[in-house]
């Protein structure tokens, strides 16, 4: 995980207490990789979007070595730009989650049936 990633996810824990504040929103994935691993960078997007219960977009990875240099990378271009369009059409969708879990599982279990995450919390 990149420093930048960790940073997002770190930034956007307040918007799941005292409820998911993401959930119902649409989410796709860009990933710029110099070599290999883009695959890798999207799977953590998809465990940060399920977590949220956010619908979750395709994703798009391209590669580019130099600043600026993914913008000759024209199937990634394209495919960005067809990534928005997806997103804007699964938004229409209206896509929600059900109401009853408005936490997080983990802290679901705990409300519902008293059974703290942390094996050494359970009574």
């Known amino acids: 995980m990149t420093g930048q990633l960790k940073i997002f996810m770190d930034r956007t824990y307040a918007l ?3 409820e998911i ?3 119902d929103k649409v989410g796709g994935v860009i990933v710029v ?3 290999t691993a883009p695959t890798l960078t999207s799977a953590l997007f998809y465990i940060y979007f ?3 219960h956010m619908l979750a ?3 798009v ?3 580019a070595e130099k600043k600026g240099g993914i913008r000759k990378d024209k199937h990634a271009m394209q495919a960005a730009w067809e990534l928005g369009r997806q997103i804007v ?3 229409r969708t209206r896509f929600e989650f059900p109401r009853e879990y408005n936490v997080p599982i983990y802290r679901y279990v705990d409300r519902e049936y008293g059974i703290p995450i942390s094996p050494s919390d359970q009574r």
């Open 16 to 18: 799941t207490s005292p």
């Open 21 to 23: 504040r993401l959930r």
């Open 33 to 35: 990789a110099g070599r």
């Open 50 to 52: 399920s977590a949220n």
């Open 57 to 59: 977009g395709d994703y």
């Open 61 to 63: 990875h391209g590669f």
């Open 89 to 91: 059409l699964l938004a």
